[in-house]
């Protein structure tokens, strides 16, 4: 399989999890929503559809029921939700583009093809937005490449989901994140240009011997015991076929990760040397190198999705080999605790690493009450038989952490197709919705 096969998937399967239509609407004080008046009641209420939620919502000035509106959302009081008449939608009432057009018109925005394309997206996904919001957006898509535009209209639609200050830096930090090229490629090719172009300033000259140093051992943003509990089940799977395959380039590396934990700490200042090392170098390509790795960093962090209860976080970490650039992807997805970490006794962990001699290999960890069945994924016939044969050795090794191991099992990778859509679904946890407060309004 290709590795965009696998981990192409999970980057974008994360993005488009932030545009899915929202199963709970949030609104927020001067945004503009589209709604359809159902039932009218006394003292100016109404019953009000906005996408495929209801609201009992007071208004400012009487309207007619069975028509649609656009409202601007004037917060919440003791009345109730509190909505301002801004106009009927004409046209129309049964076609979609009226609202689509009527959404540009409302904002003084053209109706070209592309502002029409962004507000249909919005109508469809019931986004509400703002003025300045929607200027913003436009002007986004105006400076972008035409090849690019669909995914540019795409990802402005997650950040806006997702209560992200609307930039041009947040999208194309969203945008670099999905990329299917290794990041510890992307930064020894920046490494190989640093060195061609010889520049001589301080920033400069710093940012490539971090980079020089990251190559030696490889190092991951690793700060808490839960994510090496994770690092450690990998681990000793790995172990278990080094005996036997002679895996030592695999193996290799996660003794390079244990070795020496505060070498850890200069992926964090990895971006801050980005971020300084830009703003001397006025060689474009150079530039362009620096600032789209600045951008996808960024863009880790922004994938991070938050549904009340629980929460999804996905780490990418550059392994460097002698003759490759590889990435340790991880995924969590799991019950967030009361600190907003992750609960290591009710989770679900996926691995994904290309390897020089296990190729791609894929470790999904499901834990349940620290009860844990482990999947590995992969193609090499050997794996099954070495990983049993040591499977004890593995389970002895958790259950010195509280953990109990129930399986640890070897399949090969499944048809491609497999993969997409629930492949990789976030663990069922049974947990009350928590309250919400303030000047948000949550349907």
């Known amino acids: 399989m290709e590795r965009a096969s696998v981990i192409g998937n999970l980057l974008q399967q994360a993005v488009s999890q932030l545009t899915q239509p929202q199963r709970q609407l949030t609104l927020k004080e001067n945004q503009v929503v589209l709604g359809h008046v159902l039932k009218l009641f006394p003292d100016q209420k109404a019953l009000i559809q906005v996408g495929h939620s209801k609201l009992v919502a007071h208004l400012d000035t009487p309207i007619h029921a069975l028509e649609k509106y656009w ?6 009081d003791q009345l109730g939700i509190k909505l301002k008449i801004v106009k009927q939608v004409e046209g129309d009432k049964n076609s979609q583009l009226a609202p689509v057009k009527d959404l540009l018109s409302l904002f003084q925005q053209q109706h070209t093809k592309n502002n029409l394309l962004l507000a249909n997206e919005l109508i469809r996904l019931n986004i509400p937005i703002t003025k300045q919001q929607l200027i913003t957006a436009n002007e986004i898509i105006k400076n972008t490449p035409k090849a690019e535009i669909p995914e540019t209209i795409n990802t402005i639609v997650s950040a806006l989901k997702k209560y992200y200050p609307l930039s041009e830096v947040v999208v194309r930090s969203i945008i670099e994140s999905q990329r299917s090229e ?7 090719k920046l490494l190989q240009t640093l060195q061609q172009e010889n520049v001589q300033t301080k920033p400069i000259k710093l940012l490539t011997e971090l980079i020089q140093g990251l190559m030696q051992v490889s190092n991951g943003n690793i700060d808490n015991d839960f994510q090496l509990v994770s ?33 850890m700490n200069e992926t964090l200042s990895f971006k801050n040397m980005l971020i300084s090392a830009s ?15 600045i951008h996808r960093l960024n863009g880790q962090s922004l994938l991070y999705q938050d549904n009340g209860p629980t929460q999804q976080i996905m780490t990418q970490i550059p392994l460097f080999m ?16 009361a600190d907003g970490t992750i ?26 009450n620290r009860v844990m069945n482990i999947i590995i994924r992969n193609n090499s ?63």
């Open 322 to 337: 002698h003759n490759q650039q590889t990435d340790l992807t991880i995924q969590w997805n799991g019950k967030k605790q």
């Open 71 to 76: 409202f601007t959302v004037k917060g919440s």
């Open 182 to 188: 290794p990041l510890a490629q992307q930064i020894d």
């Open 279 to 293: 703003k001397e170098v006025a060689i474009p390509g150079l530039k362009e190198q620096i600032d789209q790795l």
């Open 381 to 443: 016939k050997a794996l099954g038989k070495l990983v049993t044969l040591y499977s004890n050795e593995l389970k002895e090794h958790l259950s010195n952490m509280d953990y109990h191991v129930t399986s640890v099992k070897v399949k090969p990778f499944e048809k491609k197709a497999e993969f997409q859509g629930n492949s990789i679904k976030q663990v069922n946890i049974q947990t009350p919705l928590s309250s919400y407060t303030g000047v948000d309004i949550k349907i």
């Open 343 to 368: 609960d290591p006794a009710f989770c679900r962990i996926i691995f994904y690493l290309q390897l020089p001699r296990l190729n791609e290999t894929m470790i999904d960890v499901q834990i349940q």
């Open 231 to 263: 690092k450690d089940i990998v681990l000793n799977i790995l172990l278990a076929t080094e005996k036997n395959l002679g895996l030592m380039d695999e193996t290799k590396l996660w003794h390079q990760l244990n070795s020496d934990r505060e070498k």
